[in-house]
């Protein structure tokens, strides 16, 4: 079984190359994919908090291109293999909708490269064999499965 520190250095090398982009949303649209580039824009992996997209009725990650949400993975796979938060709960949930919304057409799986799918693989393996008590009986167990579904393909 590989640790999560194993799981974390994968992913870190498989995103490694992503680079910070100029601007993460369409900032021309309206104030909020203005407010949601500005919040992402404004932070790095190692600045990005829990707290800036751990709500899921304001995560800027909804709006940001695939290569901004390719730049925040390895942030975003310490989220949700860290404990739930008392506030935000456990951001593996909100990761599997990032990682699983609109199937094979998923924006961030079709942007990634076939290391980094196999890599986001390797990480949905590794919910399913250490987190498997979260998810049982809970929607996100469907979720969890049919991202593994996606991902492994590659």
């Given at each position: 079984?590989?640790?999560?520190?194993?799981?974390?250095?994968?992913?870190?090398?498989?995103?490694?190359?992503?680079?910070?982009?100029?601007?993460?949303?369409?900032?021309?649209?309206?104030?909020?994919?203005?407010?949601?580039?500005?919040?992402?824009?404004?932070?790095?992996?190692?600045?990005?908090?829990?707290?800036?997209?751990?709500?899921?009725?304001?995560?800027?990650?909804?709006?940001?291109?695939?290569?901004?949400?390719?730049?925040?993975?390895?942030?975003?796979?310490?989220?949700?293999?860290?404990?739930?938060?008392?506030?935000?709960?456990?951001?593996?949930?909100?990761?599997?909708?990032?990682?699983?919304?609109?199937?094979?057409?998923?924006?961030?799986?079709?942007?990634?490269?076939?290391?980094?799918?196999?890599?986001?693989?390797?990480?949905?393996?590794?919910?399913?064999?250490?987190?498997?008590?979260?998810?049982?009986?809970f929607p996100e167990e469907d979720r969890l499965l049919?991202?593994?579904?996606?991902?492994?393909?590659?």
């Amino acid at each position: 079984m590989t640790s999560d520190a194993d799981l974390l250095a994968r992913i870190d090398a498989a995103f490694a190359d992503v680079g910070k982009p100029e601007h993460f949303t369409d900032y021309r649209h309206c104030c909020e994919c203005a407010e949601h580039d500005e919040t992402l824009r404004s932070h790095d992996r190692n600045s990005l908090e829990l707290r800036h997209v751990g709500n899921p009725g304001r995560d800027p990650l909804c709006f940001a291109s695939p290569q901004g949400q390719a730049y925040y993975l390895p942030v975003l796979v310490r989220f949700a293999l860290a404990p739930p938060s008392r506030e935000y709960g456990w951001y593996a949930d909100q990761l599997l909708f990032h990682l699983s919304s609109g199937g094979a057409w998923n924006q961030l799986y079709c942007y990634c490269t076939s290391e980094q799918r196999r890599a986001v693989a390797a990480l949905l393996a590794h919910l399913v064999e250490t987190r498997t008590e979260a998810f049982d009986g809970f929607p996100e167990e469907d979720r969890l499965l049919q991202a593994y579904a996606l991902w492994s393909a590659a």
